[in-house]
């Protein structure tokens, strides 16, 4: 009978060893998976609040990503025949946030893919580039936690002239197809000349295009990804109304 006992309880002794290894086993195998995740997208539909309220950052330094980083991927690389929704090259997409933080990784710039190839792979070469200061807002983005940040008017109005912001506004929404001679559509805007005699031509049709008017096909509304916000397209048509200041 003691011979039973004991028999039994060097059995229970291994077997509760065993799960206490499992336990062990899974706790760790759950662990490595968490860090191996990529940061989760919030859903781009929902304005991250990133602080004093409404969807708007009240300090400067916020990255906003709807008005500073999402055009730069639509205008740069999202054009038609590239990583728009239709072209998708090798399944990349660049014009929404979602698809673009499948390849960035917050807080992590050097492990976020659709960062570190910019000035190297992508934009192709002859295409126009992204500049340092272009470069310098994405890694700052990345650095702040790739938030969906969504600013709905974050410009001065009283500035309309080309030099600020005109030419920024288009750098940042038009060049990526617009910025290299002749231009997508044979349509050039990379300097102040060309682009006041393009838009003076037909102001009204360029505001609607910008307004994303609904007598305006889809396809030809600019930026393609979705139009700008209303106080950049009040600058624009300032410009436009006022004569093209320079």
């Known amino acids: ?60 330094d916020t990255v906003c990503f709807n008005t500073e980083v999402l055009p730069l991927y639509v ?15 090798e399944g990349v997409i660049t014009t929404s946030y979602t698809r673009i933080m499948e390849g960035i990784r917050a807080k992590n710039a050097s492990r976020s893919e659709y960062y570190t190839i910019i000035g190297g792979e992508m934009p192709p070469a002859g295409s126009p580039q992204l500049s340092t200061a272009q470069k310098n807002v994405i890694l700052k983005w990345i650095n702040q936690g790739a938030l969906n940040t ?10 309309f002239t080309f030099n600020d912001p005109i030419k920024t506004l ?3 929404n038009c060049l990526g197809c617009h910025g290299t001679k ?14 006041k005699a393009y838009i003076e031509a037909n102001p009204t049709n360029f505001l609607k295009v910008i307004n994303h008017d609904p007598t305006i096909a889809v396809s030809k509304r ?24 320079q």
């Open 1 to 60: 009978m003691l011979k039973g006992q004991t028999q039994y309880s060097i059995t229970l002794f291994y077997n509760m060893k065993i799960r206490h290894i499992f336990t062990l086993l899974a706790i760790t195998v759950i662990a490595s998976c968490t860090h191996e995740v990529i940061n989760a997208p919030t859903d781009p539909s929902t304005p991250i609040d990133v602080g004093g309220g409404g969807t708007t950052p009240n300090t400067s």
């Open 75 to 89: 205008s740069y690389c999202g054009s038609s025949g590239c990583h728009d929704a239709a072209s998708r090259q």
């Open 150 to 159: 969504n600013c709905i008017n974050s410009c001065d109005t009283t500035k």
């Open 170 to 172: 288009l750098t940042n």
């Open 182 to 195: 002749p231009g997508s559509g044979n349509v050039y805007l990379g300097d102040y000349a060309s682009a």
């Open 222 to 245: 600019m930026p393609p990804a979705g139009k700008m916000v209303d106080c950049q397209i009040g600058q624009f048509s300032k410009w436009v109304n006022n004569g093209f200041p």
